[in-house]
């Protein structure tokens, strides 16, 4: 197929008719992009910082591309590439550029509704503001956007300024026909979308006028759980030896402050890119890099020359009998003991302000009375099959799984899978309590462990994935080891509920705020005893609460943006610290595996 030579930019906000100008165009036989999952907006963010052009995996084959903006990951920067309107007119010479309008304020509404809210509440996060808050951010955003295009395309004939509530189906065709041959036209929105967007008022209304009232503590507040956070995440030891990073994982990555440039554990440059906001981008989608280069962000707000060494794998056991590291290391979990490792927070699971993290607000509305005398547990098939009680961490359950998709379920190989994936945690829990009247458990599986679970006639502990108001109708959430422990964990503790949490002996960034028994009812190692504390929780109810709202207050200090922002410089210093005292004599450079 030839290159398609003239390239079409829509400049204007989303919520703006992109759908529309995008049908548009493809059903007239000229290819066009939209938002294509944010990595339009990641491409031109990433490209701009390293000086390539942008684009280029998709730059020959089309000819529009629309929504180039990625706002919808808690754990990666918000990138709005249509703003980038300049960078892409010196790359595409010739290109004709797009501002799609509408009435302000019908725009703000269909923003704070799109995605059922969700799109308004990455918004709020990534800008560091209350829902109510954006209607304001928004409009002066428009005013400032809209002003700057027209100044800078002032005059000039490859810029196309359309107000889709005025325009006409044939209008689009003679404005974009001097260019291109547009025979057909897709309908515009009939009287029932129109008529269906009055219907977003209520639910706008109800969005905002919740109590979204922020809780403020004193700065001596601040400083003194900051501070106590701070030392938390400090390693409970220090060594300096030889062993270099082979315990850690493939993701280890080296950061230095100074020269703004990181390296992968076999010494090889990573793909990062510091923009003019000083935020780290990256074109690298897989393997969770993402983590990595947003910790680097992170770290860069409160250190200029420093070297790091950041390992945001899972189930991290580094600094532990046999994972000896020689370096101080950065991550987001660690075993109890453990030398080295300091604690970050996990960009996206613990963002401030992400849907799996508390808030200043309780969503939970049902009181503990109220809730069902039931305890609840739902979460992946995650872990080891191994005994992790008694600390031996092996066979990863991905390893039967995988053999018990592909051989046949009475085959040698399967069955000693099917041994192997009893001795996990979490599926011996489902299975144990499995249509036990006291305890409501379920794995919520992904494909291939579904269709693993359903050979061998597993699939009656499965169930759906379940948004948090199903939780909430429990007065028992019951916490177990696995990936998802903390994002598991901080949903019941942020909650009308009490949680029972069995002790892992891992550890995250904010695992010093709560305590067995006054914030958490604690489950022994394998959760074993749940009967018997889910039979004490049920005879003292008064208590339960009391641990509840203790619970609830701790996850306040969790939200709060100044306890956070402290914590993160107390412990990049604590870090830098740590790495001026016991250095070597010549610190090891990155090895290769």
């Not at 995008?22 to 339009?40: A, D, S, V």
């Not at 919740?210 to 106590?228: C, G, K, N, Y």
């Not at 359950?397 to 099917?418: F, K, L, M, N, Y």
Request: with cysteine.
């Amino acid at each position: 197929m030839a290159p398609v030579h003239r390239k079409v930019f829509q400049i204007g906000f989303n919520k703006c008719g992109t759908k529309f100008l995008t049908e548009l165009f493809q059903m007239n036989g000229l290819p066009g992009l939209h938002w294509l999952g944010g990595r339009l907006a990641e491409d031109i963010a990433y490209s701009k910082a390293v000086g390539r052009p942008p684009l280029q995996p998709w730059i020959d084959q089309t000819v529009l591309f629309t929504d180039m903006e990625s706002v919808h990951r808690y754990g990666a920067p918000m990138l709005e590439g249509f703003k980038e309107y300049e960078f892409l007119d010196r790359a595409c010479p010739g290109a004709i550029f797009v501002l799609n309008t509408r009435n302000v304020y019908d725009w703000i509404n269909s923003r704070y509704m799109h995605q059922g809210g969700e799109y308004a509440h990455f918004h709020a996060t990534h800008v560091g503001v209350s829902l109510p808050d954006l209607a304001e951010i928004w409009y002066a955003d428009w005013e400032r956007h809209l002003a700057g295009c027209r100044a800078y395309f002032k005059g000039r004939p490859e810029f196309v300024d359309i107000d889709i509530d005025t325009a006409r189906p044939e209008d689009y065709r003679d404005i974009f026909g001097q260019w291109f041959d547009l025979k057909h036209c897709p309908d515009l929105p009939d009287e029932k979308v129109i008529d269906s967007r009055a219907a977003y008022l209520p639910g706008l209304q109800k969005m905002l006028w919740a109590d979204d009232s922020e809780h403020s503590f004193s700065a001596d507040e601040i400083e003194q759980t900051a501070r106590q956070m701070a030392e938390f995440a400090r390693p409970a030891r220090l060594h300096n030896g030889p062993e270099g990073y082979r315990a850690a994982s493939l993701m280890v990555a080296h950061f230095d402050a100074a020269t703004k440039t990181g390296l992968d554990r076999a010494g090889n440059r990573l793909p990062l890119a510091q923009d003019e906001n000083g935020v780290y981008l990256t074109d690298r989608r897989a393997d969770k890099f993402q983590r990595t280069a947003t910790t680097i962000s992170q770290i860069a707000r409160h250190s200029r020359d420093g070297k790091f060494v950041i390992d945001m794998q899972d189930a991290r056991r580094v600094g532990t009998p046999g994972k000896r590291v020689g370096h101080p290391v950065i991550a987001y979990c660690r075993r109890q003991g453990a030398e080295n490792v300091f604690l970050w927070p996990l960009p996206g699971y613990h963002t401030i302000g992400a849907s799996n993290f508390p808030g200043q607000r309780v969503s939970d509305s049902l009181a503990f009375a109220d809730k069902v005398d039931r305890a609840v547990w739902r979460g992946a098939l995650s872990g080891n099959c191994s005994d992790v009680v008694a600390g031996h961490f092996h066979d990863a359950v991905e390893g039967p799984i995988s053999v018990i998709a592909g051989t046949p379920p009475d085959s040698p190989e399967s069955r000693a899978a099917q041994d192997l994936l009893s001795r996990n945690i979490r599926f011996a829990f489902v299975e144990t309590h499995a249509g036990a009247a006291d305890i409501d458990a379920a794995l919520t599986p992904d494909e291939q462990t579904r269709a693993a679970l359903e050979r061998i006639g597993k699939t009656h502990l499965t169930d759906s994935f379940r948004r948090p108001a199903f939780f909430h109708r429990y007065r028992y959430m019951i916490s177990l080891r696995g990936n998802d422990t903390g994002s598991n964990f901080l949903l019941g503790a942020n909650s009308n509920s009490v949680v029972l949490k069995e002790e892992d002996g891992w550890e995250l960034f904010y695992s010093f705020l709560f305590r067995p028994w006054q914030h958490y009812i604690p489950l022994a190692p394998g959760a074993g005893d749940i009967l018997d504390k889910l039979d004490w929780a049920r005879r003292n109810p008064e208590k339960c609460q009391a641990m509840s709202q203790d619970a609830r207050r701790q996850c306040l200090k969790l939200a709060d943006r100044n306890i956070r922002n402290r914590y993160l410089e107390l412990t990049v210093a604590a870090y830098q610290e740590s790495c001026r005292e016991h250095a070597p004599k010549a610190r090891p450079e990155p090895e290769r595996p």
